[in-house]
């Protein structure tokens, strides 16, 4: 029993300064991730000028045409915006889910 317990306890001193030090570690890693990703998007923010998103003319009267031609009658377009910006990546998942989503709506007809 005299051996027994100094080893136990030396064994137990050892596991949780391992333990310690992996847990230091994945921390800077994590630290480390963070900073290099908030540098990254930073970066582009930085060097890219504000750009309002503009809609010309043709493509007005035709949404609006559309929108009459669906729902058969006059209904007033409050916004019209692009779900994806112009250089992300549009892949079958994204197109399915909006396909779900705005099949899901029930629009009324206006009562006059």
């Known amino acids: 029993m005299e051996k027994a317990l100094p080893l136990t306890l030396v064994g137990l001193t050892i596991v949780f300064c391992v333990l310690l030090l992996i847990a230091t570690v994945i921390t800077f890693i994590r630290y480390l991730d963070n900073w290099f990703r908030l540098r990254?998007?930073?970066?582009?923010?930085?060097?890219?000028?504000p750009v309002l998103p503009t809609i010309d003319d043709t493509t007005l009267v035709l949404i609006s045409a559309?929108?009459?031609?669906?729902?058969?009658g006059r209904y007033r377009i409050r916004k019209i915006r692009k779900i994806l910006p112009l250089n992300s990546q549009r892949d079958s998942w994204s197109r399915q889910g909006r396909a779900v989503l705005q099949g899901s709506h029930v629009i009324d007809k206006k009562k006059n």
Not at 66 to 72: E, R
């Open 40 to 49: 990254a998007e930073a970066a582009p923010i930085k060097e890219a000028a």
């Open 66 to 72: 559309a929108v009459a031609t669906v729902l058969q």
